[in-house]
């Protein structure tokens, strides 16, 4: 039996504080954050960049890759996002959706946290301290 070859994801935006792959042979979009500072402005581009290209490519699955993210929201930003950002994620077509954040981080599936609807989403979202938990759980049914 042939072996399936699964192709490396394609680089397909980013700015100075983020980078965005496609993950083309699994229909997922995969957004890493890079070290450095950012403002809450930067913080909402990126975001606004992230659900561009959601609605550019129709994903399944987004994960935001976290580890490097270091960043306190000002006031509002995350009803910002709420209100902005993740009605676009479900307009796409997204089913899940996984944050992938520092091994220690509360709040992880590894921790023994179940994925869940937050705010205003259609789908669950998972935090996963590992990227092979994540990649597990986007391809549960």
Do not use: C
Not at 18 to 32: K, Q, S
Not at 78 to 90: E, F
Not at 132 to 140: K, N
């Amino acid at each position: 039996m042939a072996e399936v070859q699964q192709l490396e994801p394609v680089e397909v935006a980013r700015n100075p504080w983020g980078v965005i792959l496609h993950h083309e042979d699994w229909r997922t979009l995969e957004l890493r954050w890079l070290p450095g500072e950012l403002s809450d402005d930067d913080f909402k581009e990126t975001l606004t960049l992230f659900a561009q290209m959601g609605d550019q490519h129709k994903p399944r699955y987004m994960i935001v890759d976290a580890t490097d993210f270091h960043h306190e929201f000002g006031p509002d930003v995350t009803g910002w996002r709420d209100r902005n950002i993740i009605p676009r994620y479900g307009a796409a077509g997204v089913t899940k959706f996984a944050f992938l954040v520092a091994p220690g981080v509360p709040g992880t599936v590894e921790a023994g946290a179940q994925p869940g609807v937050e705010g205003s989403a259609s789908f669950p979202t998972g935090w996963f301290s590992t990227r092979e938990r994540a990649y597990r759980w986007l391809a549960e049914s």
